[in-house]
């Protein structure tokens, strides 16, 4: 088995390396508080940006973050926030709104390739929406795949994200992810994250994965090599994963359970532990698999619409819509659905007295 970072090369598969035997309990960590960086959902009425919906739901994120003690850092213009249906012009308005509510908190803004071919990869097609994210400082970019980016081979990938980070200004965050969110990605191989982890633009990563356990891998492997890297779990079928290993959650998810998940991460530590935390954990992640779970095609990406009725539910937002250009629309009657899913996480809301998680009087 692998261990030593020499030993890597491009085909290197991570069933080969020690990282993949990996025990979570072996890299539990209940006394540092990391970062919640929350996928702000973009909220529609009548078709367009719903505003007041928008800021209101900031505000309670911000809110629940604060009771519990949480940094929570928004993560605008990602897939949550329909970054792939997005105008330039939309994009910026997002964080201008942002900014006007917070005009100094730091915030990760997606950026994708814009007008990108699926078969040419050209570093060029990145740099609108560095471009705008940049300008609005401080801030971190997410850089997200795209199909050519994503099909070219470990090397050449390297040295395409490599290109990508020359004109990045601020700091930054790789994005890996598999086919249950869109179709044609794959994770990171070991060497490829370990070559990502050691360009001085890149401070960490986000990794989403629904069936196999990759953010693990990345855990073992930064942590037993010392890499200057934090990895961000993009894991919504495993959140308490992250709060366990005392690692960041970069999620979709910390919209529709903030409150509970901000509660969660206060009474894992070891100042302030409750046991009831392992209830709380099983209460909503039974609501996750719930928003996250996979439609007819092995998709996952219907979540967007499921955290909006949660939102509307919850009396956060107006309008359970998505962008009017987002095919990813659940069937079916998905309000009865949530209500039903949220029956058990409000139950352990109640009984642990956590606050804005109930429906409106």
């Known amino acids: 088995m692998i261990r030593n970072a020499e030993e890597l090369t491009p085909d290197t598969k991570w069933k080969e390396t020690v990282w993949s035997c990996a025990r979570e309990e072996d890299l539990a960590d209940s006394v540092s508080n990391p970062r919640l960086c929350v996928a702000a959902l973009l909220p529609f009425h009548h078709r367009k940006p719903d505003w007041r919906s928008f800021e209101r739901m900031l505000v309670w994120m911000s809110d629940c973050a604060h009771h519990f003690g949480v940094e929570i850092t928004y ?9 792939f249906n997005l105008s330039e012009e939309l994009y910026e308005e997002v964080i201008i709104r942002f900014r006007s509510l917070y005009p100094d908190a730091s915030f990760i803004s997606g950026v994708t390739a814009v007008g990108a071919s ?45 290109q990508i980070a020359e004109n990045i200004k601020v700091p930054a965050l790789v994005h890996a992810l598999e086919p249950a969110f869109v179709p044609w990605a794959t994770p990171f191989d070991p060497w490829l994250l370990h070559q990502l982890a050691g360009h001085e633009k890149f401070v ?46 970069l999620i979709g998810a910390g919209v529709s359970a903030c409150p509970l998940i901000c509660a969660a991460k206060k009474y894992w530590r070891k100042e302030s532990f409750d046991s009831r935390v392992y209830k709380l954990f099983e209460a909503f992640q039974s609501l996750e698999d719930s928003v996250f779970r996979l439609d007819t095609k092995g998709s996952a990406a219907g979540y967007k619409h499921s955290t909006a009725e949660i939102l509307k539910l919850l009396g956060i937002i107006e309008e359970a819509a998505i962008h009017p250009d987002c095919p990813d629309l659940r069937s079916g009657n998905e309000v009865e659905r949530m209500k039903e899913a949220l029956i058990r996480p409000m139950r352990m809301a109640q009984r642990m007295k956590i606050p804005y998680y109930s429906f409106p009087s």
């Open 75 to 83: 993560v605008l213009n990602a897939d949550t926030g329909y970054v």
């Open 204 to 249: 960490g990563g986000k990794i989403s994965t629904l069936d196999e356990p990759h953010f693990l891998y990345w855990a073992a492997m930064c942590r037993d090599l010392g890499l200057n890297f934090v990895p961000h779990s993009g894991d919504d079928f495993g959140i308490a994963s992250a709060i366990k290993m005392g690692l960041p959650l």
């Open 118 to 162: 699926p078969e040419n990869f050209e570093a060029s097609c990145y740099h609108p929406h560095l471009d705008i994210a940049q300008n609005y400082q401080p801030s971190e970019v997410m850089i997200m795949t795209s199909q050519a980016l994503n099909a070219l081979g470990s090397e050449k990938r390297r040295d395409a994200y490599f």
